[in-house]
């Protein structure tokens, strides 16, 4: 039986039901899958999203982080040594993944990555994002996260062949049946705690508090969208480093709510309550649990957005404007007061949802994987 090795650093809540499928996918293609991960960073806890796999698909290691958490070690040598594929995160602060690139220049074993192609929150050029570049081609297979990484690594002398796209996403099933979960009875409930009336229009932020987000940013766009809408109420959800700051500013405004990190019926409460999803910072996955739910995703046009923001179409499902204060809130009050437009964007999230999957994504990893481990590879 062949054997798959992924390696990572921890594993994210949603990351959970995708190594789960995956590992049903392979076995029945008679291939067995192990994902290696390590405790989160006391960084990484804070954002209270980490979670640990059953012990079929998942195998526990000690972390080692070096150098004042630089350098990331992980002992892997005996997984590594029974396995046929491993596939790595493209991180140049991973020992391993060094120790694997001559292991695959000597064809000693198949190494692939998977990843972004490049940093896209680096601020400028720096050593890590160099030398990320310059063993970019040096695996036999690549996993990329969307189309646009694929290009970049083409562009890179990356072979096209070697590539799978593997469309990012993550398992909105939970959501989706959470959603239609939701009673008329729990609705008017929400609306009588927080006082709101039938023609409240309502924004919703629902990710990590740290600066890329430029939750700051939002807060005050929303003072703009206030003044225009009077009746207009935010929602933030989510937790991270910058929790205690956020509680302390939107005290003073009794239209914004922080409600903490929320998962499962109670999410999709507040997804429900919404009327636009608002995230003028960093678009991650989120973008898809806003489209289940029928949002429009509001953003702005930073650099430095994760590569899912591909599957966001200025027009047709969501809004992208200029990163000014002025042009976001108005972008806002624009879809917010225009049912047409509303109803138009609307459409176009749900259809957009049902394009990105994770049963699509599965299919496409395991193809991958299959290829892979093919002796042409």
């Known amino acids: 039986m062949k054997q798959v090795?992924?390696?990572?650093?921890?594993?994210?809540?949603?990351?959970v039901s995708f190594f789960e499928k995956l590992y049903q996918a392979l076995d029945s293609e008679g291939i067995k899958l192990r994902v290696a991960y390590g405790d989160p960073s006391q960084a990484e806890l804070q954002k209270s999203d980490n979670v640990e796999l059953n012990s079929e698909v998942g195998l526990k290691v000690k972390n080692y982080w070096l150098f004042q958490?630089?350098?990331?070690?992980?002992?892997?040598?005996?997984?590594?040594?029974?396995s046929d594929l491993i596939i790595v995160e493209q991180a140049s602060r991973h020992v391993i993944?060094?120790?694997?690139?001559?292991?695959?220049?000597?064809?000693l074993k198949k190494v692939a990555f998977w990843g972004h192609g490049w940093d896209r929150q680096a601020e400028q050029e720096n050593f890590q994002e160099w030398v990320k570049r310059k063993v970019i081609n040096r695996v036999d297979w690549w996993f990329a996260?969307?189309?646009g990484t694929a290009q970049y690594l083409r562009e890179h002398n990356v072979r096209k062949d070697t590539i799978t796209i593997v469309q990012n996403s993550i398992d909105t099933q939970q959501l989706q049946d959470d959603l239609l979960s939701i009673t008329a009875n729990e609705i008017a409930q929400a609306k009588a705690k927080y006082q709101m009336e039938e023609q409240d229009k309502i924004g919703l932020f629902c990710g990590g508090l740290y600066p890329n987000k430029h939750w700051i940013f939002l807060i005050d766009?929303?003072?703009?969208?206030?003044?225009?809408?009077?009746?207009?109420?935010?929602?933030?959800?989510?937790?991270?480093?910058?929790?205690e700051q956020l509680e302390q500013i939107v005290s003073e405004y009794p239209w914004i709510y922080y409600v903490g990190s929320q998962f499962e019926r109670e999410k999709a409460l507040y997804f429900s309550l919404a009327d636009v999803f608002l995230i003028p910072g960093?678009?991650?996955l989120a973008i898809l649990d806003a489209f289940v739910a029928g949002l429009p995703v509001i953003t702005t046009d930073l650099p430095i957005h994760s590569p899912e923001i591909e599957y966001l179409s200025s027009g047709i499902n969501g809004v992208m404007t200029e990163h000014s204060l002025e042009e976001?809130?108005?972008?806002?009050?624009?879809?917010?007061?225009?049912?047409?437009l509303y109803l138009q964007l609307k459409t176009g999230a749900l259809i957009t949802a049902k394009q990105y999957t994770i049963e699509q994504m599965v299919d496409?990893?395991?193809?991958?994987?299959?290829?892979?481990?093919?002796?042409n590879a």
């Open 328 to 340: 976001y809130a108005q972008a806002i009050i624009n879809v917010l007061n225009d049912q047409d």
């Open 145 to 147: 996260y969307t189309e």
């Open 5 to 15: 090795l992924i390696v990572q650093t921890l594993v994210k809540q949603y990351r």
């Open 282 to 284: 960093l678009v991650g």
């Open 97 to 107: 993944n060094y120790v694997l690139l001559v292991l695959s220049a000597l064809k």
């Open 69 to 82: 958490g630089k350098i990331l070690y992980q002992p892997l040598w005996q997984e590594i040594k029974r």
């Open 364 to 375: 496409n990893f395991k193809t991958g994987i299959l290829k892979g481990l093919s002796p």
């Open 221 to 243: 766009s929303g003072k703009l969208i206030h003044e225009k809408i009077p009746n207009f109420k935010l929602f933030i959800l989510g937790n991270g480093p910058d929790r």
